[in-house]
């Protein structure tokens, strides 16, 4: 039941309701898919209290794995660029920061189109867009989602820092630098969400390749770089007077 309710919360749109993730929904999800048939009997009273609690448990269960998923698609990109890059020069190391940055962030923007249409039902629910904005139980749930996502990132990041010798911008401290690189981002990537389902943001080319070359960026891989050149820095690697990356 809790896997065929995420699968009919993936083929919702923008509009959906939490009314729409019903017993019936769900039931009919699973005679249509997989041949199953479930009665409102097997499960109402046996298994959840409530139709409601049902829901809440779908939507719990569904942010528990898109968190997982999301921290994925920035974490496999970034390890293996730094695993491809040479990290032996202050240049060598700002380039690898930089272009882990945006195919990283790129590939987190651009993956699987479900996942990132569930996240922006959730967060369209909690947003006020459906008639579910004053429901505190299911803001709970959607900012639980968040939490576990930036939380994932941050440990990420962290790795990242030692591995490229990277350090804090004073008065911040390396877990403080990172955890606000993590939150920042994931409010970048909220309201990007937001905007994408009123006006497309088309990747930007620019002159950001070893040779000076074009590269694509999405907007949210360039707004991540800029929060990253303004939270971190080499470590000891720059002239004093050279404050960027």
């Given at each position: 039941?809790?896997?065929?309710?995420?699968?009919?919360?993936?083929?919702?749109s923008?509009?959906?309701?939490?009314?729409?993730?019903?017993?019936?929904?769900?039931?009919?999800?699973?005679?249509?898919?997989?041949?199953?048939?479930?009665?409102?009997?097997?499960?109402?009273?046996?298994?959840?209290?409530?139709?409601?609690?049902f829901?809440?448990?779908?939507?719990?269960?569904?942010a528990?794995?898109?968190?997982?998923?999301?921290?994925?698609a920035?974490?496999?990109?970034a390890?293996?660029?730094?695993?491809?890059?040479?990290?032996?020069?202050?240049?060598?190391?700002?380039?690898?920061?930089?272009?882990?940055?945006?195919?990283?962030?790129?590939?987190?923007?651009?993956?699987?189109?479900?996942s990132?249409?569930?996240?922006?039902?959730?967060?369209y629910?909690?947003?006020?867009?459906?008639?579910?904005?004053?429901?505190?139980?299911?803001?709970?749930?959607?900012?639980?989602?968040?939490?576990?996502?930036?939380?994932?990132?941050e440990?990420?990041?962290?790795?990242?820092?030692?591995v490229?010798?990277?350090?804090a911008?004073?008065?911040?401290?390396?877990?403080?630098?990172?955890?606000?690189?993590?939150?920042?981002?994931?409010?970048?990537?909220?309201?990007?969400?937001?905007?994408?389902?009123?006006?497309?943001?088309?990747?930007?080319?620019?002159?950001?390749?070893?040779?000076?070359?074009?590269?694509?960026?999405?907007?949210?891989?360039?707004?991540?770089?800029?929060l990253?050149?303004?939270?971190?820095?080499?470590?000891?690697?720059?002239?004093?007077?050279?404050?960027?990356?």
């Open positions: 039941m809790l896997d065929a309710g995420v699968e009919v919360l993936h083929e919702a923008l509009g959906f309701s939490l009314d729409a993730l019903g017993y019936k929904a769900v039931f009919d999800h699973l005679q249509a898919t997989r041949d199953v048939r479930v009665t409102y009997g097997s499960v109402h009273e046996r298994i959840w209290a409530s139709q409601r609690d829901q809440l448990e779908v939507l719990t269960a569904a528990q794995r898109l968190s997982e998923e999301n921290v994925d920035f974490a496999g990109p390890v293996e660029v730094v695993g491809e890059l040479p990290l032996t020069t202050p240049d060598e190391r700002r380039y690898a920061a930089q272009e882990l940055t945006r195919v990283a962030m790129n590939h987190t923007w651009e993956q699987d189109t479900d990132n249409q569930l996240f922006r039902t959730l967060r629910l909690c947003a006020g867009v459906s008639t579910n904005f004053d429901d505190t139980e299911l803001v709970e749930v959607i900012a639980r989602m968040r939490r576990r996502a930036i939380d994932g990132y440990e990420v990041v962290l790795a990242l820092i030692e490229i010798g990277l350090r911008r004073s008065p911040l401290t390396i877990p403080e630098a990172a955890r606000e690189l993590a939150q920042s981002t994931s409010a970048v990537t909220t309201g990007l969400d937001v905007d994408a389902a009123v006006m497309a943001r088309e990747p930007m080319l620019l002159a950001t390749g070893r040779s000076g070359e074009d590269q694509p960026w999405h907007p949210l891989a360039w707004a991540t770089w800029m990253t050149r303004g939270l971190l820095e080499l470590d000891g690697d720059l002239d004093p007077a050279d404050r960027g990356l």
